[in-house]
C-alpha cells in the first residue's frame, strides 16, 4: 500500500491541475478582453451557471463531454481564441482526469507554452455569432427612415390631388336691396270658417315665434320676400315679433291691420274667430289693401 500511493497521487495531481489550468486560462483571456459571463451566455445561449463551472472544473456540474466541448467551442470563438486548438486543448487535459468519460480517440498534443498574460493594449473582443452584432439602434434608424418617407410621399400626392381639383367660381352674392317683392294679391275671400288661414308676406326682415292651436309651428327668422301659409282649427299666436312692421297678414282672406311700428317688438297677440270678426266688421284701410 506504501508502494501504490506515491504512483497514483502525482497521476491525479497532474491530471487535475492541468484541467485546472485550462479552466484558468479561458478566465484570464476572458478577463483580459473585458468580457463578461453574461455577456457571452446571452450571445452563445449556454447557461451562466456552465460556464462558470468550466472555469472552476467543476464537471460536476458540467453535462456529458460531448456538450462541454460544444460549449468550449462557443466560448473560445465568442472570446476571439482558436476553437478547434481549444477543443483540442480540452480533450488533452481531460483525458488524464479519471472523473471525465473519455472520447474513443484522444490524440494528444504537445502542450502550449504558456501564454503571455502581461497586461496589453485593449484589443478588439471577440466577434459574437451574426443575431448577437445586429445593432438594434440602426434597425430603429432604419424603420423611422422609412415611414417618413412613406409620410412625405402621402403628402406630396394630396398636394397634387389638391392642385389637380378645379376652383369653383364663387357665385356673386344678391343684395337684399334687388329683390323685388311680387305686389299683394289679396286672396278671395274665404266663406267656410271650419278652419283658420293666415297668409304671412314677410316685406322686411323679422324673427317670429308663431304658434297654431298651442303648437309652435315657425320658431327663427324670416327673410323679406317670403310668404307662407299656416292653418288652425281654433286660433294662431305670435308668441314673439322681433319687427312688428314687417309682417303682412291676411285670416281667412281679411286683411288684418298693421301691427305696429317699424321696429317694433310685440308679443302674445291671438288671432282667433272672435278677432277675425272684428276684422271683417271694421272698414278697410285704404294704405292697407294697396
Do not use: C
Amino acid at each position: 500500500m506504501a508502494g501504490r500511493m506515491p504512483e497514483q497521487e502525482p497521476q491525479e495531481q497532474g491530471g487535475v491541475s492541468e484541467l485546472a489550468s485550462f479552466g484558468e486560462e479561458l478566465r484570464r483571456e476572458r478577463e483580459i478582453r473585458g468580457i463578461s459571463l453574461k455577456e457571452i451566455a446571452d450571445a452563445t445561449k449556454i447557461s451562466k451557471r456552465f460556464l462558470e463551472a468550466l472555469e472552476r472544473n467543476d464537471h460536476r456540474t458540467l453535462p456529458a463531454p460531448v456538450f462541454t466541448r460544444g460549449f468550449v467551442r462557443e466560448y473560445a470563438r465568442y472570446v476571439g481564441l482558436n476553437a478547434e486548438e481549444m477543443v483540442n486543448r480540452y480533450n488533452f487535459a481531460s483525458a488524464k482526469d479519471d472523473r471525465i468519460e473519455k472520447p474513443p480517440q484522444v490524440e494528444k498534443y504537445s502542450q502550449t507554452p504558456p501564454r503571455d498574460i502581461s497586461p496589453k493594449p485593449a484589443r478588439k473582443r471577440g466577434i459574437p455569432p451574426v443575431y448577437a452584432r445586429v445593432d438594434r439602434n440602426l434597425i430603429a434608424a432604419l424603420f423611422i427612415a422609412v415611414l417618413l418617407a412613406g409620410v412625405a410621399y402621402w403628402a406630396v400626392q394630396y398636394r397634387r390631388a389638391e392642385q389637380d381639383v378645379p376652383t369653383e367660381t364663387t357665385p356673386t352674392p344678391v343684395t337684399p336691396n334687388a329683390v323685388i317683392p311680387a305686389p299683394l294679391v289679396p286672396p278671395k275671400p274665404v266663406t267656410d270658417d271650419s278652419t283658420l288661414r293666415l297668409a304671412v308676406e314677410v316685406v322686411e326682415n323679422a324673427w317670429v315665434v308663431l304658434e297654431a292651436d298651442g303648437k309652435t309651428i315657425v320658431n327663427g327668422e324670416m327673410v323679406r320676400g317670403e310668404r307662407r301659409t299656416f292653418e288652425a282649427n281654433d286660433a294662431f299666436r305670435f308668441r314673439n315679433i322681433g319687427n312688428a312692421a314687417g309682417l303682412r297678414l291676411t285670416l281667412n282672406g281679411a286683411t288684418v291691420p298693421p301691427l305696429g311700428a317699424d321696429g317694433e317688438v310685440i308679443r302674445n297677440r291671438v288671432f282667433d274667430r272672435d278677432v277675425l270678426k272684428t276684422i271683417r266688421a271694421e272698414p278697410a284701410d285704404p294704405q292697407t289693401q294697396s
